[in-house]
């Protein structure tokens, strides 16, 4: 039975689900998951290390869920002017999974005689209206203020975001839009009436039998109608110097960040400044990885590293200061991770971007991208609205 076969006969009942799926990637496994046998909620920051304790409780079963933001810019230092709606981070532990390997469904704490074989239905491809968060004139406005933090020396660059809202009274297919959209770290999970389904291209962070790998993307460039606009466009994105700088910057945040937590003299550039081609975007990113350091656990190098460099900016902490003052929300799980630690040792999460979240018949997606003293806001607006595209 193959995994839209599966999902689709899970019970409606069920209140808690979660799915990844990727596109071949040895650092994101495709996996199927309900009905969790306990969950880790945490709303205090200081109630953080009792998630080591759950992990080590749960370390026979799945455990995934999301770190927000929130807890980046808690773990930082950084206090919010905006109100939080949703807690810091959830993990949910599952006893219960199907892991799939070249196609072939593996099945953990399940009898798979439960489920007949029969065809799956098809979903239709879901169709969306959004309405940004903030005016034309309030988004060149802001593009301006963050220029002059950059002319004064604050910063670098800053990632600058809104959320765009809409509304449906249709459930969200996620599988639908996976099938519209692919995307390498892809994830789908429920809490408390939220659904939360996330077409990420960006990995945040995997670890695996001591290496840690991260993957931070900078640069964008919409794909073109047809194959000679489509080579122009990719071009004029590996051509550009501003993309290109703008990569370095966070490449090496990345890799400071990864340093701190690596043996001394084991961080590895692996890629830099190579492409990744999705249905409406090309994107440029940098691979980096390390060697764990003695003493560190694996946990602790994923939670040091949160946020991720590649959506606060360079220096880290003061951007992410800047940011809590011009934006006009909190992020919530948009811009935090997702992802799973499995049984067998290894963890992978994503960068929750290209997130779209449902609850009450609202629902949100946030977009943006990174500013530097070059930046055009006419041309940062439509880089955000190409990227908001995956789901409309």
């Known amino acids: 039975m193959n995994k839209e076969q599966l999902w689709g006969q899970v019970s409606a009942g069920e209140d808690i689900r979660f799915r990844t799926d990727g596109e071949g990637t ?24 009792a998630l080591e304790d759950f992990l080590e409780m749960n370390g026979a079963k799945l455990c995934s869920g999301y770190f927000s933001y929130d807890l980046g810019m808690a773990l930082q230092g950084v206090s919010s002017r905006h109100g939080r709606r949703i807690p810091l981070v959830v993990i949910h532990a599952y006893d219960k999974w199907v892991e799939y390997e070249q196609g072939q469904p593996h099945y953990v704490g399940i009898d798979p005689s439960e489920f007949g074989n029969t065809d799956s239905k098809s979903d239709p491809i879901p169709s969306f209206e959004f309405t940004p968060g903030i005016s034309k004139a309030k988004y060149e406005e802001t593009i301006g203020r963050i ?15 809104q959320q765009l809202l809409g509304k449906t009274h249709n459930q969200v297919s996620y599988a639908a839009m996976l099938k519209k959209h692919p995307a390498a770290y892809a994830m789908a999970m429920e809490y408390s009436g939220m659904k939360i389904h996330s077409l990420s291209p960006e990995l945040f962070l995997h670890y695996k039998t001591g290496t840690l790998t991260t993957e931070p993307i900078k640069g964008t460039r919409p794909r073109g109608t047809t194959q000679q606009e489509d080579d122009a466009q990719r071009q004029e994105l590996m051509s550009s110097e501003k993309e290109q700088a703008e990569l370095f910057m966070i490449t090496d945040l990345l890799r400071n960040d990864l340093g701190k937590v690596s043996e001394i003299g084991s961080i590895s550039l692996e890629a830099v400044k190579d492409m990744r081609k999705l249905p409406k975007v090309w994107h440029t990113y940098s691979r980096i990885s390390g060697r764990l350091k003695k003493g560190l656990k694996p946990l602790d190098a994923l939670i040091s590293m949160l946020p991720g460099g590649s959506i606060t900016g360079c220096p880290k902490k003061h951007a992410m200061e800047i940011i809590d003052e011009i934006e006009d929300s909190a992020r919530g799980i948009y811009t935090g991770s997702m992802g799973y630690f499995h049984p067998h040792g290894d963890f992978s999460f994503n960068i929750a971007i290209r997130t779209l979240v449902q ?14 003293i070059d930046s055009m806001w006419a041309e940062e607006w439509n880089e955000l609205m190409v990227k908001a595209s995956t789901f409309l």
């Open 359 to 372: 609850q009450d018949g609202e629902i949100s997606l946030g977009s943006g991208g990174g500013i530097t």
């Open 147 to 161: 220029q002059e933090y950059i002319r004064a020396g604050d910063f670098y660059q800053l990632n600058y975001t």
């Open 26 to 49: 040895s650092m994101w496994r495709d996996l199927l998951a309900f009905d969790p046998a306990s969950s880790f909620i945490l709303d205090d920051i200081g109630n953080l290390p």
